[in-house]
Each structure stands twice: as structure tokens, then as C-alpha cells.
């Protein structure tokens, strides 16, 4: 009962306490633990499970990964095994790495054992011959080459040293040039050639190689000694490609091989010097003996020696004073002494030669040297030397001139002795001294004679006056003017002589001038003579006194007057002359064609005409009838007034062919007028010798046929078309003058030219060709034609211009020699 009491009182208390809603909170929360520790309990046994199979899957890599980790140890990777995770990436990458590394480990080792055994050989190799064999051996066996050889240089070749192939030696003997084939290019270059192509018609004196299998690939490699070539090294294979590692190992045993081969030299050279100097030292101890006993008596002829040397001291010391006052004496004297052997060869000369001639130490002179000789001098001295060649013992003299080195001339005199006899001497001696004061005061002298004796009998008054105005010296000539005797004159002075006051105010004039400017002065001046009026031409020459001052003035007085009435009477006739010849000028140039006329049927053409004179002998000639043009550059014999009437027989000559005869080819016309200049000039008659004429070039042109006709007496046509030049020459035949005596004269030549539109000729008279220039060179055809084809573009206007300055600029100062004529159209 008290259980019942308890649960209804436990219920109804429970019920009582659920009327707060914090109570059924608390409940709620109460509850919710048990739930909470089962749902937990559950999470944590699935969170397990998913662990567990983590750690499982994980544990399976990471024994994968061992797997992996000791097949890389062992070197068992597989290259191309896949990775499935990061690690087993990284392993794969390590291994490969690893692999790499113990690849190239294995490759440094195998050519740090084939650099050892070829050491090995090297070390107890003690030839060149044994080295190059077995070296070659030991590198084709480590190496799989199947052949090979070793080549060493001898001048410009390879000589094959040694040569190794198929397991034998090869005894084959073979010269290379180097830079021939790939060994002597490898020589010539000395970088190694790797080849993996090799031609099939590859060949062993291209190579070096022998035997019948071709390789696949081949190495041929310098051995050097730093920079210095010691031989060539040739491998072949069979492997199309060989390893990077075995390239290596040739390069490094190269330089091995050939620092080797070096050293070997070197200690072969050095046996042979020292087997030489064992030899030697062996004759020396046997000349020991010798050379002590020679050092005893040499002790001996030391001491006499000494003794003599002092008295030679002296007597050298005594002979270096006499030299040297002996060569005093022969540089400073006033003449110098030259010795020539037979042969005519300088064998001494005195320093003196040098003062003497104007020249110094440094240049190269002797006092009979050819080429400072006058060609007389030259003579002079030649005829001199064969005298004395001729005649020994003998002597003579002979004066002569030669050139100072400023071109001053100087006079010599030589006198040569012939002592070729003399022991002493031994040739021929020469004495020679300047003589050229000797020479121009001989020649003052003379000169003074000389123009006394001009002066007294000069038809000129001649008068020497002195500074001071007196009368020193006056010539007889003076009496005439005068009208005094000169002996009555001498010691007056000027202004008291009974003269024409201008004459003495000229005199007066000059003494003053020339005291403060001594010049010469020339003057013209009218005087009185005896009632007439004279004309005088009065010089007033300066005298000078030793220390050049004016000591006098000379005045020479000449007569004017006759010469200037027939000076006057010739002015008259050259002003008639030219008037005529103007005139002459006016007519001609009326008749003949100009550029502007030519330029009415032919614009582009024109005309390049300078007569030499005022008229001239070469002439543009121009004609058209029924629309046919003929035009020509004639060049009549002469110039001036003689060649301009020549020149208007040749153009009316012309006219009158052409005009009475329109048919007649260009040639035919030079035939008629050739007939009609000798019977105009009377040559074809019996006794005729007049040779006068004219050479000319013709053209006859058709414009309807587009036809040109050239002949030429003695003149060229220059054609150009497209820049090319076509040069048509003329008949070697003049118009006009006298045929050779039986000799049959040929017709001219005619020429038939097709032109175009556009092209150009060109005539002209020798005039242009023949001018000199400043270098006295001619102009020449060669320039003309240089200048027509230098531009192919060029007009005519251009040719025009060119020519007229062309010319001027190439004549410069020069005359002109001739008349110019230039005629150039463009059709």
C-alpha cells in the first residue's frame, strides 16, 4: 500500500511539476542524451570504418611505393611505367633522374678506363711509330670503330702514320694535302668532323681509309699541342649514330694523343742535341790539352802584344791628327779631288765636292755625275777621261758647266793626271775648283767691249749720267741731234746743253725717280732736231755700284719717227683690209644656211659654227627641192679670205648639181662637183699644180621613203639610233685638185641608211677633231663620240649646248687652229 501511495504520489507529483514548461524542458533535454550518445556511437563506428579502408588503401600505395622505390634501387625501372599518384610520380622522376645520372656515371667511367689505357700505352711508348699503331689499336677496340689510321704532317702533306682495320695492321703509304679531302680540311681547320652520312663512292684517298666495307659513320679529329697541329686521328663505324659518350672520349684522347706525340719530338730532339754534345765534350777533352798549352804561349804573345799595342797607340793617335787635319784641308779647300779607275768608277772624292756643288751630307752627288752635266759637259768630261786613259802619265784640262742643286749653273775646271801606274794611286786623278767668278768677270769684259763698240757706232743717242746729273759718257750719235761734238759734251751737265727742253725735263724726272724707286723707264716724246719735230723713244736704265746703289742712269734715245709714218700708213691699210673682209663676213653669212633655217624643216637640229678668222673656208651648205633635203659640212682648203672664196665656188657649185638634177644619188653629186672644182680651178689642164679643194660629208634624204644617202670626201657621218652610234666613213678621196699620175680614180662611195623617227646624225669638218687644248692634246673623233653616246636620252638641244661649252673649255687659252663647223640634226 505504501508502493501504491508512493506511485500516485510520485505520478501526481510528477503530473503537478509538468505544469512548468521549464520542467518538460528539462525533461526533453533529459532524453535527448541517450539519443545523442547512440547517434554519436553510430558516427563514430562509420567514421572508423571509412579510416580503416583510408589507412587500408593507403598502406597499399605505400607498399606500392617500396615496390616502386626498390625496383629503382635495383635499376629495374620501367621507362615507360605510369604513375598513379603524386609519390610514385615523384619516385618515377627520381628513378628516371637517377637513371640519367648513373648513365652518365657509367659514361665517365668508361671513358676515364679508356683515357687510363690509353695512358697506359702512351706511358711506355718511346716512338712515334710504336705510339701512333698502338694507340690507334687500343682506341678502334675500345671504341667498336672497324678502322682507322693516324696521319702526321710533313710540310704541306699528311703522311698516314699508322692504319688499322678489320683486327690487322695496314701497311698502305699515303700522302694528303692538307686542305684537301675531309683530313686535310680537318687540318687545315683543326675542329673535328663528325660525319653519319658517308657517300657511297667514299673513297681512301679522300679518307685515308681502306678496306671494302663502307662505314656508317665517321669521326676525324685534329691532335693538337695547344694551338699547333700534330697529326690527324680517323675512325670509322659501323653505327649509323655513335654514343655522345664515345665522341667524348675521341675529343679528350686527342689533346692526350697529341701533347704525346709533341713531347716525344721534343725528347727525340733532345737525345740527338744531347748525343751531339756527349760528342763533343768527348773531342774537347782531347783538345784540352791542346788549348792549355796554346793558353801558355798565347799568355806569352799577350804580353809582347801589350808592348806593341802602346806603340801602335801612339802611332794610330799620330794618324788620326794627320786625318783629320787631312780632312780639314780637303773639306775647306777651294777645289776638290775626285779618283776614277779605268772603268770610269768613282773610287774616292774629297768632302770639299759637296760645298763646292751646293749640295749637303744626305744627298748623293759626285763631280762628274751624268745626269747634273750639260750634254756638252758630259762630252767634255768623257773626251777628257778617254785622253787621259789613252795617254799614261799624262795630264790635261778641261772647262765645263754643271748645275747646282738650286739649278744655279756653275763653270768647272778639271785638270786630270792619268796615275794608274802608281801603286799609291792606282787611278785618275782629278783637280777640279769653281771657276764661274773667273767666267762672268771674263764675260763682263767682253760684254763691256762689246757694247762700246755698240754703242759707238749706235744710230741711237746714248748717254751716261751720273746721280748728279752729269754728263759721264755720251756716244758720237749725239752730235747728229745736236749738233755738238760728244767730245766737246763729256763732264757738262744736262740742263746746259742746247737741247729740246722736254727732253731734259724727262732726264731731270728720271735722277729724281729713281733716287728713291731705281727702276727702269720707258717714255715717248716729241722734240726739236735741227727745226724738224722728231718722235723719240727714251729707256732710262739703272746702274748699280758694287754695294748696289745707283751709281748712274743710262738713257738710250731711238729715233720714232720713220717707223711710226709707216705704222700710221699700215694702220690705214689693215682698217681697208678689215672693212673689206667685214663686208666679205656680211655676204657670206647672208648666203649660208643658219640653225633657224635648217629648224624650219628639221626642229630638233642645229648648228655649231666658229669661223677661225672673220670669213671662213668651212661652210654649212642646205638645199630642198620637191621635198627632198640635202645638207652638208664642207671643208674647204684654207681659212679666212683665200678658204672663204673657195667656199662660195663650192656652194654655188652645189646649187646648181642639185637643181638641175634631182635624181642624182648623194655619191654622184660628190662626183660632179669633184669635176666642176677641177674645171673651175683650171687642174684639169696640162701644167696645172694648184692642189686646192674640199673635203666634205653629204646627206640627201627622202622623207617619203624614210630614206638617207651619205657620201663623204674625207669626212665621216656619226648615226645614232637608241644610244648605239653607227660611223660611216667617207671616200679617202678629196674634192677637187690634181689625181695621181697614173693611178685610176674611184667614184665616190654611197651609202643607203632606213632611218626611224628619232634618229640622229651628225657632220662635221676637221676642225673640231684637230683643236689643241692646254695640254697641247687634240680633241679627236674619240671625244665627239664619247659625248654622243654617254647619255642614250640625250636631245639635241643637250648636244647643242655641250659642244659650244665643250670646246671653249677645251681650248682655254689656246688659238683656235682652224675653222669649226657642226652640224647635228635628229629626223
Not at 509538468?18 to 563514430?44: E, G, M, R
Not at 679528350?252 to 744531347?274: M, V
Request: aromatic fraction near 8%.
Amino acid at each position: 500500500m505504501s508502493s501504491i501511495l508512493f506511485d500516485e504520489f510520485a505520478f501526481w507529483q510528477i503530473h503537478q511539476l509538468h505544469h512548468f514548461i521549464l520542467i518538460w524542458i528539462i525533461d526533453l533535454i533529459i532524453l535527448s542524451i541517450p539519443v545523442q550518445v547512440v547517434f554519436f556511437v553510430n558516427y563514430h563506428i562509420q567514421k572508423s570504418r571509412q579510416l580503416k579502408t583510408e589507412i587500408d588503401a593507403l598502406k597499399s600505395k605505400i607498399h606500392s611505393s617500396i615496390e616502386l622505390a626498390t625496383r629503382i634501387g635495383e635499376g629495374k625501372l620501367n621507362r615507360f611505367e605510369a604513375a598513379d599518384d603524386e609519390l610514385a610520380a615523384a619516385l618515377i622522376a627520381l628513378g628516371k633522374s637517377l637513371s640519367g645520372t648513373r648513365k652518365k656515371e657509367d659514361d665517365l667511367n668508361w671513358i676515364a678506363r679508356g683515357k687510363e689505357r690509353v695512358s697506359d700505352i702512351l706511358r711506355i711508348t718511346t716512338t712515334i711509330d710504336e705510339l701512333t699503331i698502338n694507340v690507334l689499336k687500343a682506341t678502334i677496340d675500345y671504341t667498336g670503330a672497324i678502322q682507322g689510321g693516324i696521319f702526321l704532317p710533313e710540310g704541306d702533306v699528311l703522311v698516314n702514320a699508322a692504319a688499322y682495320a678489320f683486327n690487322r695492321q695496314r701497311y698502305e703509304k699515303m700522302q694528303i694535302p692538307i686542305g684537301k679531302g675531309l683530313v686535310g680540311e680537318v687540318a687545315y681547320e683543326k675542329q673535328m668532323i663528325y660525319r653519319t652520312e658517308i657517300p657511297d663512292d667514299y673513297f681512301t684517298l679522300t679518307s685515308g681509309l681502306i678496306g671494302d666495307k663502307k662505314p656508317k659513320s665517321l669521326i676525324v679529329i685534329p691532335l693538337m699541342q695547344e694551338d699547333e697541329l700534330q697529326g690527324v686521328m680517323e675512325l670509322a663505324f659501323l653505327n649509323n649514330k655513335l654514343p655522345k659518350y664515345i665522341l667524348h672520349f675521341i675529343e679528350e684522347i686527342s689533346n692526350i694523343i697529341g701533347r704525346t706525340i709533341y713531347n716525344l719530338k721534343i725528347n727525340i730532339r733532345t737525345a740527338q742535341l744531347l748525343k751531339e754534345s756527349q760528342e763533343l765534350t768527348i773531342v774537347l777533352k782531347e783538345n784540352e790539352q791542346t788549348l792549355h798549352e796554346n793558353a801558355r804561349e798565347m799568355m806569352v804573345a799577350q804580353e809582347n802584344l801589350e808592348k806593341s799595342n802602346k806603340l801602335l797607340a801612339n802611332q794610330i793617335q799620330e794618324v788620326e791628327h794627320g786625318q783629320k787635319r787631312l780632312q780639314a784641308l780637303l773639306t775647306n779647300a777651294s777645289e776638290f779631288i775626285s779618283i776614277y779607275n779605268e772603268k770610269q768608277e768613282l773610287v774616292f772624292e774629297s768632302p770639299s765636292v759637296k760645298r763646292i756643288l751646293g749640295y749637303n751630307d744626305n744627298d748623293k752627288v759626285s763631280g762628274m755625275d751624268p745626269e747634273l752635266l750639260t750634254p756638252r759637259g758630259f762630252k767634255t768630261i768623257n773626251n777628257l777621261f778617254q785622253f787621259l786613259l789613252e795617254t799614261p802619265g799624262g795630264e790635261h784640262v778641261a772647262q765645263y758647266t754643271y748645275l747646282k742643286k738650286n739649278g744655279e749653273k756653275l763653270f768647272l775646271e778639271t785638270k786630270g793626271k792619268n796615275l794608274l801606274h802608281d801603286p799609291a794611286i792606282r787611278g785618275i786623278i782629278f783637280n777640279t775648283q769653281d771657276i764661274t767668278e773667273r767666267k762672268r768677270a771674263e764675260k763682263e769684259e767682253r760684254m763691256k767691249s762689246r757694247m762700246q763698240s755698240l754703242s759707238e757706232n749706235s744710230p741711237d743717242m746714248i748717254l751716261r749720267i751720273s746721280n748728279t746729273g752729269k754728263l759721264v759718257y755720251v756716244n758720237p750719235a749725239i752730235s747728229k741731234f745736236i749738233g755738238v761734238p760728244s767730245t766737246e759734251i763729256i763732264k757738262k751737265r744736262i740742263y746746259e746743253l742746247d737741247i729740246d727742253p722736254q727732253f731734259i725735263d724727262f732726264v731731270r724726272t728720271s735722277l729724281s725717280t729713281m733716287r728713291e724707286d731705281p727702276k727702269q723707264m720707258v717714255a715717248e716724246i716729241e722734240m726739236q732736231s735741227h727745226g724738224d719735230m722728231r718722235i723719240m723713244e727714251i729707256k732710262a736704265i739703272p746702274e748699280f755700284s758694287e754695294d748696289q746703289e745707283l751709281e748712274s742712269v743710262l738713257f738710250v734715245t731711238h729715233d720714232l719717227t720713220e717707223m711710226k709714218i709707216i705704222e700710221q700708213e699700215i694702220k690705214d691699210k689693215n682698217k681697208k683690209i678689215s672693212d673689206s673682209i667685214n663686208y666679205a663676213q656680211r655676204i657670206q653669212t647672208s648666203i649660208l644656211p643658219d640653225t633657224g633655217v635648217i629648224q624650219q624643216y628639221f626642229p630638233r637640229s642645229f648648228i655649231f659654227y666658229r669661223p677661225k678668222d672673220v670669213v671662213s673656208g668651212d661652210f654649212p651648205w642646205f638645199f630642198m627641192k620637191d621635198d627632198i633635203f640635202y645638207i652638208a659640212a664642207v671643208d674647204c682648203t684654207g681659212h679666212g679670205v683665200p678658204g672663204a672664196l673657195l667656199s662660195l665656188i663650192g656652194y654655188f657649185l652645189l646649187n646648181n648639181i642639185v637643181n638641175a638634177d634631182k635624181d642624182l644619188s648623194a655619191s654622184e653629186i660628190l662626183d660632179q662637183l669633184h669635176q666642176k672644182v677641177r674645171r673651175t680651178l683650171r687642174q684639169d689642164q696640162d701644167g696645172a699644180n694648184g692642189r686646192d679643194g674640199m673635203d666634205l660629208a653629204l646627206c640627201k634624204i627622202n622623207p617619203k621613203k624614210n630614206e638617207l644617202q651619205y657620201a663623204g670626201a674625207h669626212r665621216p657621218l656619226y648615226y645614232l639610233r637608241n644610244g648605239e652610234l653607227t660611223e660611216y666613213k667617207g671616200s679617202r678621196k678629196a674634192i677637187g685638185g690634181i689625181p695621181l699620175a697614173k693611178k685610176i680614180e674611184l667614184d665616190f662611195e654611197n651609202n643607203i641608211i632606213d632611218y626611224q623617227t628619232g634618229d640622229k646624225f651628225f657632220i662635221f669638218s676637221d676642225g673640231l677633231p684637230d683643236q689643241t687644248g692646254k695640254d697641247g692634246k687634240k680633241y679627236l673623233n674619240k671625244r665627239i663620240r664619247e659625248a654622243l653616246t654617254e647619255d642614250k636620252d640625250a636631245t639635241m638641244a643637250h648636244y647643242a649646248r655641250f659642244f659650244s661649252k665643250d670646246f671653249y673649255d677645251w681650248m682655254g687659252e689656246e688659238k683656235q687652229v682652224d675653222d669649226v663647223l657642226l652640224i647635228g640634226i635628229e629626223l
